[in-house]
């Protein structure tokens, strides 16, 4: 099959982190148990392209590292699920042969994060790019323009949280008897939370502000560290995403597992992941293929 469209044209938004090289194996005894991190990861979407048959749709990029030669092949996870579909609508008109045939699937972060554990390492690894939808990635340059920073590029999929209050907590969710530190895929979600908060206790206004965290660089962080306030971050969705899969199940069939509860701050605690530095999107990469 000929190219899907060139798999740079989409890496480079944001010069996209591989999931599949996340950190050494010698540091994975360390790392939250992997069922808690599965837990953490399979109730949030995500949209990747298939062909007919459901066999990922694959492109291939220069290995990285020292040493390194030939090519990695990579399936693109879209973040958003229009956005998935529009680069699928696209290819119908830049390769007719390939849109035809081309299909957007839903699956879980928890189930990408599975395949790419599963791969590490083998002759034939695939790896994953994820693609962050456009507006969050200009929301975060903006929140991280504010604090200070000069952003001239992304790397990678924009995680927003919120601290204040006295010390200077993080904003946390109730659920059940769970405290929980919420990481939100939207912007806007997560200020609309920050908005009632605020209605709740004016006092301590003036001293919230939203943060911004790298999801790989989350990622990594569950799989190398034993921070337990690891194990308080739940991920988000977006609710745009949250919708479409209800549209596919049967009436009745599930609830939002994460809605949020009211919020309020927990104790101050050192940030355990911070946004990754921008780096050059990956080298332009030879055509797309299904991957079988």
């Known amino acids: 099959m000929k190219s899907l469209v060139r798999l740079g044209a989409i890496l480079g938004i944001v010069g996209s982190t591989l999931l599949g090289s996340l950190a050494t194996d010698n540091m994975s005894a360390l790392a939250i148990p992997e069922a808690q991190i599965l837990e953490k990861l399979q109730s949030v979407p995500v949209f990747t392209i298939t062909d007919a048959q459901g066999a990922f749709l694959t492109g291939s990029v220069p290995k990285q ?5 030939g090519n990695t092949s990579v ?10 579909q529009a680069y699928a609508e696209k290819l119908k008109t830049t390769d007719p042969q390939l849109g035809a045939l081309a299909r957007v699937r839903p699956l879980s972060l928890g189930a990408v994060y599975q395949i790419a ?14 693609v962050p939808t456009p507006q969050q990635v200009q929301s975060a340059k903006t929140v991280l323009q504010q604090a200070g920073q000069q952003v001239n590029e992304l790397n990678g999929v924009p995680l927003f949280f919120a601290t204040g209050g006295p010390e200077n907590g993080y904003l946390t969710i109730q659920q059940g008897q769970k405290e929980e530190i919420p990481l939100f895929f939207n912007k806007e979600e997560l200020q609309a939370m920050v908005d009632r908060f605020k209605q709740q206790q004016p006092n301590v206004t003036a001293t919230i502000k939203i943060e911004v965290v790298n999801l790989e660089r989350v990622l990594e962080a569950l799989r190398t560290e034993n921070d337990p306030l690891l194990t308080q971050m739940i991920l988000i969705p977006s609710r745009e995403s949250l919708e479409f899969v209800r549209s596919l199940q049967p009436a009745g069939a599930g609830q939002n597992p994460q809605a949020p509860a009211p919020a309020r701050p927990a104790p101050a605690r050192p940030a355990p992941a911070s946004p990754a530095p921008a780096r050059p999107a990956p080298a332009s990469p030879a055509p797309a293929r299904p991957a079988r």
């Not at 554990?117 to 994820?130: H, I, L, R, T, Y």
Request: aromatic fraction near 10%; glycine fraction near 10%.
């Open 75 to 84: 399936v693109v996870i879209f973040i958003s699920q229009k956005d998935a």
């Open 65 to 69: 590292g020292q040493g390194q030669s």
């Open 117 to 130: 554990q599963a791969n590490k390492g083998k002759p034939d690894e695939v790896q994953f790019a994820f």
